[in-house]
C-alpha cells in the first residue's frame, strides 16, 4: 500500500512543479495559469532544479522496487519508462527543441500509468508449495 502511495507523490509532485515552470512549458504554464495556480511561477527555479528531478527519481524508484517485488515485466517496463523520460529531459536532452515533448510525454506517461495502477492492479503472485 505504501508504494502505490508513494507512486503517486511522486507523479503528482511532477506535475506540481512542471505547473510552477512557466517559462520552461508553456502549456503547462497556461494550464497552470487556467487553474488559478499562477503564483507558483515564483517557485519556478525551486521546482525545476529541486523538486522535478526529486519526485521523479522517488517515482522511478517506487516503480523499480515494484518491479522486483512482481516480476510483471511488461509493468514494470511501462511504468518506468515516464520518470525516465522526465530525468532524461531534465539532463542530457534539455538542449534539444523536442526535450519539451518528451518532458510531457513523461509526466503524462506518468499519469496514465497510476491511473491504471488504480484501475487494475497487478495481481500478487501465489506461491504454490
Not at 14 to 23: D, E, F, G, I, N
Not at 24 to 32: K, M
Request: charged share 10%.
Amino acid at each position: 500500500m505504501i508504494n502505490k502511495i508513494l507512486d503517486k507523490v511522486g507523479s503528482g509532485g511532477v506535475w506540481l512543479a512542471a505547473l510552477s515552470c512557466t517559462a520552461c512549458f508553456p502549456a503547462l504554464g497556461s494550464l497552470a495559469s487556467a487553474l488559478g495556480l499562477g503564483f507558483l511561477s515564483h517557485f519556478e527555479g525551486i521546482a525545476v532544479n529541486t523538486l522535478l528531478p526529486l519526485f521523479a527519481s522517488l517515482a522511478l524508484l517506487v516503480n523499480f522496487y515494484n518491479w522486483y517485488q512482481h516480476r510483471d515485466s511488461l509493468r514494470g517496463v511501462l511504468s518506468v519508462i515516464g520518470p525516465i523520460a522526465v530525468l532524461l529531459t531534465l539532463y542530457p536532452l534539455w538542449q534539444y527543441d523536442w526535450s519539451t515533448y518528451l518532458f510531457y510525454f513523461g509526466i503524462i506517461w506518468m499519469v496514465v500509468m497510476s491511473i491504471l495502477d488504480i484501475v487494475k492492479p497487478i495481481k500478487e503472485p501465489v506461491c504454490k508449495v
